[in-house]
């Protein structure tokens, strides 16, 4: 038993010795985490959950490389519960049973919690979140989950509601440069200030990923400091000595460009960002952005075609989905454009925050509970779909507002078919809105 034990020591070792130097870095406790000040920070509220072993169900919620996995190894060891890892990538409803079996029996004979971390938990379908609830209901589990993706959208509402959601934010580039110093220093190296820049720039927030980066162009420098030229090499494409602030410039030139309706100027910065090795999520997101933002209701597609190219990088990748890109920037940049939802927002934004609130107008409250009706909920409400063109004519604003008019649609694109439906609406083309 003894010579296996020695054995089994002797792999650990050399299995970490060949390890990614994302994993040979990855923090032990709370104080040699990079960046999440906001969570795990001296006095922040994670922070005091985890050192005084009382954190209830939770989702951590935030982009790749922000921390997520390396909170939940941090929890495991300061835990005095059994923590149980998990992926739903490959785990199972089967598995999830095996757990809840384990827990409740660990309970009984030692009066010890369970602890289960399930990463990508939103790779979990309906059925199989259900699965998990009941445990986490009665506080037989404690489920600690790990997600990408927007968990209001992903998760079932009962499981999300018995879970403190937690936010994980992007690393600041200050913070990256930092994780790139902790590698250099790791492997005994150190890096050029222009290098250290165009990794950062290249991150897109991202710790693993300038430390993947960091890790190959450290192997290509050899003996001597990391380069740009290693970097460039490391990304197998031409930095153009592509730093933060040619991040941030070339990004707003290919907005203005898909902006200003030219689309092979778009194209030359999208291949351009694409040649230098910028995250194609950061592109994606920004046409995604743009779509609402300078197209709107001009051509309701374009958030579609947006959100299509979005959807495509995650599940194609690179370099195929370099082509669902450039078809959304033709399709942008072609688009009519307009910012009157943006403006309309704005406006709407600031009678919230300066403007008188209001209560909710009693014919416009919920109307579906017993008693409802004898209190006014509901009453004088006209149902829209009753009416010729299901259309109304009622007031759906509490009266301290006054007429104000937030949205008022251009003539171009669709947004001229909106503005003529608007008009018959209001009837006297005042612009009034009911």
């Known amino acids: 038993m003894a010579g296996d034990d020695l054995f089994s020591d002797a792999a650990e070792q050399r299995l970490e010795a060949r390890a990614p130097l994302a994993a040979r870095l990855r ?24 050192e005084s072993d009382r954190l209830t169900s939770a989702i951590l919620w935030g982009p790749p490389g922000t921390g997520k996995t390396t909170m939940a190894s941090v929890v495991a060891t300061a835990t005095s519960k059994h923590f149980v890892p998990l ?5 199972g409803v089967k598995d999830v049973r095996e757990v ?80 790139v110093a902790r590698g250099c220093a790791a492997e005994d190296s150190s890096a050029e200030p222009d290098a250290v820049a165009a990794l950062v720039g290249l991150a897109d927030g991202d710790a693993r990923a300038v430390l993947t980066t960091l890790e190959v162009a450290l192997a290509l420098a050899g003996s001597h400091p990391v380069t740009i030229d290693d970097v460039e090499r490391a990304r197998h494409s031409r930095l153009h000595h592509y730093g933060e602030d040619d991040h941030y410039d070339q990004a707003s030139a290919f907005i203005k460009s898909v902006r200003g309706s030219d689309p092979d100027a778009g194209l030359y910065w999208l291949a351009r960002m694409l040649e230098a090795g910028e ?9 995604v952005i743009l779509a609402s933002e300078d197209i709107g ?49 704005g406006r709407a934004q600031r009678d919230v925050r300066e403007g008188p609130r209001g209560e909710v107008p009693a014919h416009l409250r919920d109307a579906h509970y017993r008693s409802a009706a004898s209190i006014g909920h509901g009453e004088g409400y006209v149902y829209p779909h009753d009416q010729p063109g299901a259309w109304a004519d009622q007031r759906y604003r509490p009266a301290e507002l006054g007429e104000a008019v937030y949205y008022e649609p251009s ?6 078919v909106v503005a003529d439906r608007l008009r018959q609406w209001r009837g006297d083309g005042s612009g009034s809105h009911p």
Do not use: Y
Not at 27 to 50: K, M, S, Y
Not at 279 to 287: E, H, K, Q, S, T
């Open 27 to 50: 923090p032990r406790t709370l104080d040699e985490i990079v960046g999440q000040q906001h969570l795990i920070g001296p006095g922040a509220p994670l922070r005091v959950l985890i």
């Open 411 to 416: 003539d171009r694109g669709h947004e001229a």
């Open 279 to 287: 995250d194609a999520r950061f592109i994606a997101r920004r046409l």
């Open 297 to 345: 209701e001009a051509d309701p597609l374009a958030l579609v075609v947006a959100d299509a190219a979005a959807r495509a990088v995650e599940f194609v990748g690179l370099p195929e989905a370099q082509l669902n890109l450039a078809q959304a920037v033709v399709h942008l940049a072609c688009a009519p454009k307009s910012n009157r939802v943006t403006i309309a927002l």
């Open 100 to 179: 809840v079996e384990g827990a409740r029996r660990l309970l009984g004979e030692q009066g010890r919690g369970t602890i289960l971390f399930l990463d990508e938990v939103h790779r979990f379908n309906r059925a199989q979140q259900d699965a998990l609830l009941p445990s986490v209901e009665e506080g037989l589990l404690v489920l600690i989950g790990a997600t990408t993706e927007n968990p209001f959208f992903e998760m079932n509402a009962p499981l999300l509601s018995r879970s403190t959601l937690w936010r994980l934010e992007p690393l600041s580039h200050d913070e990256l440069a930092e994780v």
């Open 87 to 91: 992926s739903a990538v490959s785990a």
